[in-house]
């Protein structure tokens, strides 16, 4: 009977659609119910009725407040700025790394590897007082370098390197093998060849490593503490100690959560692969 | 020079930078830390060597109690039921490839990509007791009592898992659909011919051919259910009472609110082998799957 399993099937197509559709929508309501309500009047976000989406009375208000208390301009060109700078200076770092350690035969390679993924079973709290220390030693409190330092030597930066160890063994030898029999150097082999060839990679440890310094915040809250270098999350973390109004709290936690959700939408296919990606580096 | 000796000296030039950043900021960082853990220090003044009295205050610190099964609360709540959840999403959309699941999938994962503490701070104003939106929609549904929530010691710890089991499972389920894409058809195929039901395909199929990721996941779970702290920082600041503070937060109060670095120190070496201790179990127990 054709038929019947044909009736079947599309009732269990409306009991899949009706479930995940309800499902969508509980995820992706906190995002459009904060966006909305943060161009309510603080009145309406009090008395009115909380299940309202839409702003009864449209304001931007919130948004003038917000910019007048605290430079979210600036907190959002900073977050931007760093993790785009921040993950390619990871990323040159690891991948040289683990070229060398892939590549070049020397003694020690393997013992040196193992201590670098090793470092990624510490919790981030333990080095938390010695860095802070050193860069505090270093005179490198409130600046971009301390952000850039920690992200590049530790354990995220780890990870970056045990990745690009399990592509460069999947790309074959032929082709460097070929230029360096021509007397090609290794560093141009690096660059030519193998950089170019590893443009999956690149882009798994790319938006991997994006997501990471965008949400980092116990650093530096710790590191940073003039306005002009702070980040989003930190300057979130002032806006909700020093603003009493919810609605402007509410203005800044939509402006930071809308540029991330343009990259997301423009860059969707990327991070969806790399997130798949990247648990396969456990195989 | 021989061409061997050449590249031993190109190898250890090209790990160099990496390697001398590694020594500072964390393989030297990691030994100083465990030195600190010996000795009073307020940052100000140097610090004073007392031996193991930091470990020895710990184990007799109330508060530290207090956190630490806070803090396996949530690792034994939100560790099996994000895997749950993700597993079963990740089934659930892999048997549909229209357009429109692509839709759920991106709907799912959006959560996991935005800032906790951005999303902590939406959360806040969910979870008000009197103006937020949950309560308002409990009532609406014909509850007439209502959880205080993020007030309330005992529904503060549920309330953050609500926001932690939203916020991961989209991720995790990417992780898992990723698995499943690599289990070939024909398997599947193979069986429905030889008359095996779906429960038996996915018991004898999915499961076993989902393991290596089922393994990745669950560690990376464990360790991130282990390191909550932006959320507890934003949205409870570990409390009410210390319902919610977990030693992650401990660690980070004992050192940057009291500037006790020694003890801070001292409690994150505590944190560090546990949780090594359990990632070794964890591969332990994966061993003795992997041998039968």
């Given amino acids: ?283 | 020079m021989s061409l061997q000796a050449q590249e031993e000296r190109l190898g250890w030039l090209y790990v160099s930078p990496a390697l001398i950043g590694f020594m500072v900021f964390t393989f030297g960082s990691i030994l100083r830390s465990l030195g600190y853990s010996f000795t009073e220090w307020d940052l100000l003044t140097a610090p004073r060597w007392i031996g193991l009295r930091n470990f020895a205050k710990i184990f007799q610190d109330g508060y530290f109690y207090q956190y630490m099964s806070n803090t396996f609360y949530f690792v034994i709540l939100l560790v099996p039921t994000v895997l749950v959840a993700s597993l079963m999403l990740a089934i659930l959309i892999n048997t549909r490839t229209k357009g429109i699941t692509k839709a759920y999938r991106a709907a799912l994962f959006l959560p996991s990509i935005t800032s906790t503490v951005a999303i902590s701070m939406v959360w806040l104003w969910i979870f008000n007791p009197s103006m937020g939106v949950l309560n308002n929609l409990l009532l609406a549904i014909g509850f007439d009592k209502v959880p205080q929530w993020l007030d309330s010691t005992v529904w503060s710890k549920p309330a953050l898992l609500i926001m932690r089991i939203w916020q991961m499972s989209g991720y995790y389920m990417l992780m898992f659909l990723a698995g499943l894409q690599t289990i070939p058809e024909t398997l599947y195929e193979a069986s429905e011919v030889d008359g095996a039901t779906r429960r038996q395909q996915f018991f004898r199929i999915t499961i076993p051919m989902l393991s290596n990721i089922f393994f990745v996941v669950a560690i990376l779970l464990v360790i991130e259910a282990f390191n909550m702290f932006e959320s507890i920082f934003i949205m409870t600041g570990g409390g009410p009472l210390g319902s919610t503070s977990t030693i992650m937060y401990y660690i980070y109060e004992k050192g940057f609110s009291y500037y006790e670095m020694g003890y801070s120190s001292a409690l994150a070496w505590i944190f560090f082998i546990l949780i090594l201790i359990v990632t070794l179990i964890q591969y332990r127990f994966r061993h003795e799957q992997a041998g039968e």
């Avoid at chain 1, 309202?52 to 979210?72: A, K």
């Avoid at chain 1, 160890?165 to 193998?194: M, S, W, Y």
Wanted: charged content about 15%; hydrophobic content about 50%.
């Fill in chain 1, 1 to 283: 009977m054709p038929f019947k399993i044909e009736k079947h099937k599309t009732g269990r197509a409306l009991v899949f659609h009706t479930f995940m559709v309800v499902l969508s929508l509980l995820m992706v309501y906190p995002f459009v119910w904060s966006v909305l309500s943060s161009f309510k009047p603080i009145e309406e976000l009090y008395s009115g009725n909380p299940l309202n989406l839409i702003p009864q009375t449209f304001t931007t208000e919130n948004y003038r407040r917000l910019f007048e208390i605290l430079p979210f301009g600036r907190f959002t060109l900073n977050s931007l700025y760093l993790s785009i700078a921040i993950p390619i200076a990871m990323i040159l770092v690891a991948s040289l790394t683990s070229y060398a350690l892939t590549r070049l035969r020397f003694r020690g390679r393997n013992v040196l590897f193992l201590a670098f993924v090793a470092t990624m079973m510490i919790p981030s709290h333990v080095v938390l007082i010695p860095n802070y220390k050193t860069i505090v030693d270093l005179n490198l409190y409130n600046t971009f370098t301390a952000l850039f330092l920690t992200s590049m030597f530790t354990a995220s930066n780890a990870f970056n390197i045990f990745f690009f160890r399990q592509f460069f063994l999947t790309i074959p030898k032929d082709l460097e093998n070929a230029a360096i029999i021509d007397g090609c150097p290794h560093i141009q082999v690096f660059f030519r060849i193998i950089l170019p060839n590893s443009k999956p990679a690149i882009a798994t440890t790319a938006i991997l490593s994006f997501r990471s310094v965008w949400n980092q915040f116990l650093w530096p809250m710790i590191v940073i503490n003039d306005y002009d270098k702070m980040t989003l999350t930190v300057g979130l973390k002032y806006l909700k100690d020093w603003e009493p109004n919810w609605a402007v709290l509410l203005a800044g936690a939509a402006i930071s959560i809308i540029p991330i959700i343009i990259v997301f939408l423009v860059f969707q296919k990327q991070f969806m692969s790399s997130t798949m990606n990247s648990g396969f580096g456990g195989k």
